[in-house]
């Protein structure tokens, strides 16, 4: 197994990848890149014609980094990972030519699904797509016995425009996903750190990621009688008080992040779908907590990826991160990408990006939506022969 980080400034930077190690069916590179589409397509179409056979996929962000571990926001940031013995495949649609969210994960998630199938990464926009219903399909979809985990473009802290590439389109409404099969091995861990406090209100009024009610109030004007006086920095602040929402229909407990506000009609449009009968908490962030939970991620990650392998020192971790930590971290953002550096060891090639919505496993649940969590992907290759189908 091969990897690689890559930090491209200038479009002339691609002259020095070496198209004999990464020019392969089996290789993955990511493209973290800025939100500006105008200022990577160029890059990204020459990325195309340098590496005409690998697999190519990107995303636009809220920052992104590799294992320096300095984030950045426009420079685009390349992830290489080569197998040398497990398979990958990568499908995309848009979404207008599908009518649902948990149509059009079912529809790709099939084309993807195999006996071989060991694990999944997954790719949307963060602006349009209801990433709970389709992630909720894709499991329903796969089952529990194959990791999933991935996220949500990212546009700042702007929350405007976002896109994913297929390496060949962006795709401002839809998805991306990277199926990995055969000897290829994926694990997957989360943390949050997130503090909940105050006491459990019941949603009464919630149409898909709107929350209308709370206890039959206003879910705004109660959110803002908890804020106090950061009520006055809405929508911003919101960020930094997310929602515990508890679900009848599920024992583990999402972070659902705040998006943005609607005064006139005093309700809270959420990252994530809600459901009346469910019961919200209010949520608040110690950074210290944040990084520990970093840590925590980086360690279950291993935990679970336990099997040998035959090149154990060649793994690679990709990291979903939420704008919201960054964004609280500020000029301690860096020391999350530390502590799992730390834990997961400089052997291990890391690449990832700040997300809009995190895919990852949720207590027994093999795979959520999340917000506001720091979620590791962990790659590998097992050393038994196999073959793929």
């Known amino acids: 197994m091969r990897t690689a980080t890559k930090l491209i400034t200038s479009i002339f930077e691609l002259e020095s990848i070496d198209s004999s190690l990464w020019n392969f069916a089996n290789t993955l590179v990511i493209a973290y890149c800025g939100s500006s589409w105008a200022s990577a397509e160029p890059t990204l179409t020459a990325l195309r014609a340098k590496l005409p056979q690998a697999v190519l996929v990107g995303t636009s962000t809220a920052g992104h980094f590799g294992a320096a571990p300095d984030i950045y926001d426009e420079p685009i940031m390349l992830q290489f990972i080569g197998f040398a013995f497990g398979e990958i495949r990568a499908v995309s649609a848009q979404m207008p030519a599908i009518s649902s969210a948990a149509e059009l994960a079912s529809s790709l998630s099939q084309r993807l699904a195999g006996p071989s199938l060991r694990g999944l990464l ?20 796969l089952g529990e016995q194959v990791a999933v985990a991935g996220g949500m473009a990212g546009d700042g ?12 389109q962006r795709i401002e409404f839809g998805a991306v996903m990277i199926g990995f099969y055969g000897q290829a091995r994926m694990r997957c861990a989360s943390g949050s750190g997130w503090t909940s406090f105050g006491v459990d209100r019941d949603i009464t009024g919630a149409n898909g990621a709107v929350l209308t009610e709370l206890d039959g109030r206003s879910a705004l004007s109660l959110y803002r009688e908890y804020l106090g006086e950061r009520a006055d920095e809405l929508p911003a602040s919101a960020l930094l008080f997310p929602l515990l929402v508890t679900s009848e229909k599920s024992a583990e407990p999402v ?19 809600v459901s009346v009968g469910s019961k919200a908490r209010l949520m608040r962030a110690n950074p210290n907590r944040l990084i520990e939970a970093a840590g925590a991620a980086a360690t279950g990650a291993l935990a679970a990826f336990d099997a040998p392998c035959d090149e154990p020192k060649a793994r690679a971790a990709i990291i979903v991160n939420c704008v919201g930590r960054r964004l609280i971290l500020r000029q301690r953002a860096e020391e999350e990408i530390e502590i799992a550096i730390a834990h997961l060891g400089e052997e291990t090639s890391i690449g990832g990006f700040y997300s809009y919505g995190e895919f990852g496993p949720s207590g027994l649940t093999a795979c959520a939506l999340h917000n506001q969590t720091f979620t590791i992907a962990l790659f590998g290759e097992d050393d038994a022969v196999s073959s793929p189908s």
């Open 122 to 141: 997954i790719l949307t926009d963060g602006s349009q797509m209801d990433g709970a219903a389709f992630i909720s399909s894709v499991a329903a979809s």
């Open 157 to 168: 802290d702007r929350f405007a425009s976002t896109w994913v590439w297929d390496g060949a």
């Open 255 to 273: 972070v659902r992040t705040i998006l943005g506000i609607d005064a006139d009609a005093g309700s809270i449009r959420l990252a994530g779908t």
